[in-house]
């Protein structure tokens, strides 16, 4: 069973906001990862870590930030929401390579 | 550029039905492959895991065999159940021990009671 935990699950913001993407993890995994997927289309990577204070872009490129200041949390951040991110955003964290355990998600509505 | 294709996009079966997912890649130069079921509005629940030396795996009903010099990958589901109903999604590690994964669009399936 996995422990990884995104909060919040759904959020409805205006555009210009700024907003924080919580995702936590219990099981010590050292490296996590952010993916983007838009309704019925596949998953796209955004960022990951393979540590503290190691981040780095994925293969889709992004307008949000990520830190890693704890080995448990890996947050997303986007500093002026537009209604182009309206997406949701799946956090993950990955024991050996290519085995990852997800989150429910974060669904993103901007207006 | 490495891609990965699942037919069909959307299956609907009848209960009790035995059947299988395909994902079909470009590349056969991967580390291990990886399906996942995901529910509406939730994140992804991995099912099974097969490492490039491997030919296929199991758990419970669910069959998933790896052909990495043909480019495919099926998973077999058995008996089928309506609780089986979810989108199935392939996922394959091309980086390595970066673990980097690249998704399949997936397969819609619903079982009918």
């Known amino acids: ?111 | 550029k490495q891609e990965v294709t699942q037919i069909p996009a959307a299956l609907s079966v009848p209960e009790g039905e035995n059947l299988v997912l395909n994902c079909s890649f470009t590349d056969s130069a991967i580390y291990n492959l990886q399906w996942f079921r995901q529910d509406p509005g939730k994140g992804l629940t991995s099912l099974l895991l097969i490492q490039s030396s491997q030919r296929e795996q199991t758990s419970g009903r669910l069959n998933a065999s790896l052909d990495k010099s043909s480019g495919r990958s099926t998973l077999y589901i058995a008996a089928s159940q309506p609780g089986d109903s979810a989108t199935y999604l392939c996922a394959l590690n091309y980086g390595g021990s970066q673990g980097n994964l690249i998704f399949g669009k997936g397969t819609k399936l619903s079982v009918k009671p």
């Open chain 1, 1 to 111: 069973e996995a422990d990884i935990y995104q909060t919040p699950r759904y959020l409805v913001i205006g555009t210009g906001k700024k907003i924080t993407l919580e995702c936590s993890q219990t099981m010590g995994h050292d490296k996590m990862y952010w993916y983007q997927q838009d309704p019925g289309m596949e998953l796209h990577l955004i960022h990951y870590s393979y540590g503290v204070n190691s981040t780095e872009k994925g293969d889709l490129s992004s307008e949000s930030t990520v830190s890693r200041i704890r080995t448990e949390h890996f947050p997303l951040t986007l500093e002026s929401a537009r209604p182009s991110h309206t997406s949701q955003y799946l956090c993950a964290s990955s024991p050996s390579p290519g085995e990852l355990f997800f989150g429910e998600g974060s669904r993103l509505t901007v207006l």
